[in-house]
């Protein structure tokens, strides 16, 4: 059985000696040490090569995300922020993923005393898999060699709408394929990523400071349209309905039913039901199945599904599932998934 060194990087003693505890109770981690700053953590990651490392945003003399630009690009390991719920925490998450971190995880929630159990699992559980995860593609390289490519024009299209599921490493992968769409792209798409709630507005602001088309978070009556980028939001499901002027409008609407909130089974399945064969979904990295089910349905319904490759895969969790069950048409590595996209388009 593999055993994960970690290194925890936190300038509080309370929360060093609180998520030290954690991995003393799980017999797949050991601790290599501790650092208070990101100074202390560069240099300690140096010297004791951690498989993971668990850091703080917030710290004195070196904050965390100045800490992983340089740790990403001078001694590349799987990193796990540790983030607050606040706006302000959520961009520094985004920044965060975006400069290479495999995962995040809501601080206050390993603060509780006594702590969650599910909370705990599930933390520990994201901690193994960022651990075994492969560390994100230069997405920025391979967008940059083919950013000076022809754009496909598109003429008559054969797909109303397109859908990307996405789960951990997805910030960082479809950071490299929304800003390549051109604004005359015929069809409408939508976004699930796996957030807590707090996070997918500030994700989808951001991103529209990055793309050619508009992007939002997806409110309860939004029209589908193309040109348009709907992020579905944390803690709902996003569904679809069709209206009697021919439109289909997107119904955000509460759930206790699934594990994810946002579900990619939820929203695919229920776009499937309209769209049917003029449906194209996408599923990029993460672990576990979410998108099985609903890609079961497109093929159902004689719509077209690719899935990302496992070379570029931080995590080849849905995209597997989906490849093994033969529902996925094509499986591309991300710095092609645009252009396969297009293709099928």
């Not at 798409?189 to 990055?210: E, N, S």
């Not at 496992?310 to 991300?334: F, H, N, T, W």
């Amino acid at each position: 059985m593999s055993r994960y060194g970690v290194l925890i990087v936190d300038d509080s003693a309370f929360m060093r000696r609180a998520i030290s505890l954690l991995f003393e109770k799980d017999p797949d981690f050991f601790i290599v040490g501790v650092a208070r700053n990101g100074l202390e953590a560069i240099e300690k990651i140096k010297r004791f090569k951690p498989d993971v490392v668990t850091m703080d945003v917030e710290m004195p003399e070196m904050d965390g995300i100045t800490a992983l630009a340089y740790i990403m690009k001078h001694h590349p390991v799987a990193v796990v922020m540790l983030s607050t719920l606040t706006g302000e925490g959520a961009e520094a998450t985004l920044t965060a993923l975006q400069l290479g971190a495999v995962d995040f995880f809501p601080k206050s929630s390993l603060m509780k005393d006594p702590a969650e159990p599910a909370l705990i699992d599930d933390f520990l559980l994201r901690v193994k898999t960022a651990a075994s995860a492969r560390l994100p593609l230069r997405n920025k390289v391979a967008a940059m060699k083919e950013a000076v490519e022809a754009q496909k024009k598109p003429g008559s299209s054969s797909v109303d709408l397109l859908i990307i599921g996405c789960s951990t490493g997805g910030p960082s992968a479809i950071q490299s394929i929304l800003p390549r769409f051109m604004p005359d792209f015929p069809a409408g798409i939508v976004v699930v990523q796996h957030m807590p709630p707090g996070f997918t507005k500030p994700l989808a602001d951001r991103f529209d400071t990055l793309c050619h088309l508009k992007v939002k978070e997806a409110e309860d009556g939004d029209v589908v349209r193309p040109g348009i980028i709907y992020v579905a939001p944390a803690g709902y499901q996003t569904l679809f309905q069709k209206t009697n002027a021919g439109t289909t409008r997107i119904n955000i609407v509460e759930d206790e039913s699934h594990l994810y909130k946002p579900s990619i089974d939820v929203t695919v399945q229920s776009a499937s039901l309209i769209y049917r064969d003029r449906l194209l979904a996408v599923i990029l990295t993460g672990m576990g199945t979410d998108g099985l089910r609903g890609c079961g349905e497109v093929k159902r319904q004689r719509g077209r599904v690719i899935v990302e490759a496992e070379e570029s895969c931080i995590v080849y969790g849905m995209p597997k599932a989906v490849y093994e069950a033969g529902y996925a048409d094509r499986q591309v590595s991300l710095p092609y998934m645009y252009q396969e996209i297009l293709s099928l388009i």
